[in-house]
């Protein structure tokens, strides 16, 4: 079980209710999301005993990520539309991995991933040395590091802390990574001492404190939801630029990137203005697809959303004439 509930603790920064009067509240809360499940080996543990539960962990109990069920999970997402798609998890290798293997299968859904116009929003790493891991370095997606309480890049000496960046590959955002109050299985030690469920002080409430840049990515990717559901004609380029616009830095540097982001003014600016005056909501598109094979409608106010039922060829859903191209 050392491993149970990594991604629960990820989607609860994204997406946990704030319909009920549990332990947190996620920040794109209303965002329908999609979860896939893979094994990824990052730690900045050593072996030991859990404190709590006695039980002997090893340091790394999987070799390497299982990269074949990452890039089918990827592909899924986008095949179905998603908007946005977090990775908290990668592998450490050079941001010019996919320059010189253009084919890899990786590469390639990075490649998919860009000509959809979704981001791929991933997590830096935790062993606070120089370079993203991957996919968090390659150009296509956005890297991001972890923060502490103080807004300064997380850094607890030699072997654990938030990577950064390198000349080259700088990371893209910033946010919280230290002692992330999220969502845990109920009396299960994700990770001693870094994510563990009985750390708030109440075992079995299903909530505690997770360290690590697996818990900054979902902050970014959250924040990039709630401004693409705002406004979904953004293009990825624009939905980058309203966010980098309204972060804490105004300089990208290799320790923070743009720095933390400012999640109103992104909101704000996503909006726009109208008559000299904040708009508080925006007019968006009603797309309507009809497959005669399903004998189904589809209406979509997310132009994603309609560009993924285009081109399913299962069902061949096509646009009506009465409504603009998708």
């Not at 941001?95 to 991933?122: H, K, M, N, R, W």
């Not at 109920?186 to 009985?198: A, G, L, M, Q």
């Not at 708009?279 to 004998?295: G, H, Q, V």
Request: glycine fraction near 12%.
């Amino acid at each position: 079980m050392r491993w149970a509930g990594h991604g629960t603790a990820v989607t609860g920064v994204i997406g946990a209710s704030a319909e009920n009067a549990l332990g947190m509240r996620g920040v794109c809360r209303h965002c329908p999301l999609t979860m896939a499940r893979w094994a990824q080996n990052e730690s900045c543990l050593t072996p030991g005993n859990d404190h709590i539960t006695g039980a002997y962990y090893e340091a790394h109990p999987f070799t390497d990520a299982d990269l074949p069920s990452q890039i089918a999970a990827i592909g899924f997402m986008l095949d179905i539309g998603v908007q946005i798609v977090n990775i908290s998890g990668g592998t450490f290798r050079d941001g010019g991995f996919c320059t010189q293997y253009p084919s890899d299968s990786y590469c390639l859904i990075l490649e998919y991933a860009d000509d959809v116009d979704v981001p791929i929003i991933a997590s830096g790493g935790n062993i606070n040395s120089q370079g993203l891991d991957f996919p968090a370095a390659d150009p296509r997606a956005w890297g991001i590091v972890g923060v502490g309480s103080s807004g300064a890049r997380w850094d607890e000496g030699a072997g654990c802390g938030s990577n950064s960046g390198t000349i080259t590959y700088k990371p893209h955002f910033a946010a919280p990574a230290v002692d992330v109050y999220t969502t845990l299985y109920p009396d299960v030690s994700y990770s001693p001492e870094v994510c563990h469920e009985y750390n708030d002080g109440v075992p079995g409430d299903g909530f505690g404190f997770c360290t690590g840049t697996s818990f900054s990515a979902p902050h970014v990717s959250a924040i990039a939801g709630l401004v693409r559901s705002v406004n979904p004609m953004m293009s990825k380029a624009e939905l980058y630029k309203v966010i980098r616009e309204n972060s804490s830095q105004s300089t990208r540097t290799t320790g923070l990137g743009w720095g933390i982001p400012k999640t109103d003014l992104a909101v704000r600016d996503a909006l726009g203005i109208v008559n000299m005056g904040q708009n508080l909501n925006r007019a968006t598109p009603l797309f309507e697809l009809y497959s005669s094979m399903a004998e189904d409608f589809v209406h979509t106010t997310k132009p994603q959303t309609a560009v993924a039922f285009a081109r399913n060829t299962t069902w061949d859903y096509q646009s009506l004439s009465t409504t603009p191209a998708v």
